[in-house]
């Protein structure tokens, strides 16, 4: 696997930031009109995994995932994290 230059990530870091923006502005979209947070949670996951299983197949993702527990005990997924 060949590393990114510096330009490469920042356009990478850049295009994460977009599509962040994107799914905040579908989300809040959703919670005007009504629908439950859990349930969009819910959703926006199944969205994304099925799309990386599309992607990279389903034994990639699935070792993904088994490092998701360690990240969110990391806070990797916490925002607006006050530290102590």
């Known amino acids: 696997m060949t590393e990114l230059t510096p330009y490469e990530l920042d ?9 962040l923006a994107y799914i905040h502005e579908a989300w809040e979209e959703a919670r005007h009109d009504g629908l439950d947070v859990e349930l ?3 959703a926006a996951l199944f969205a994304a995994l099925s799309e990386l299983v599309k992607t990279y ?6 070792q993904l995932v088994k490092s998701l527990p360690r ?10 994290r006050t530290k102590q």
Do not use: L, P, S
């Open 57 to 62: 197949g389903e034994d990639a993702v699935a």
């Open 40 to 42: 969009i949670a819910h």
């Open 71 to 80: 990240r969110i005990q990391h806070g990797d997924f916490t925002v607006n």
């Open 11 to 19: 356009e990478v870091g850049a295009q994460k930031i977009a599509a």
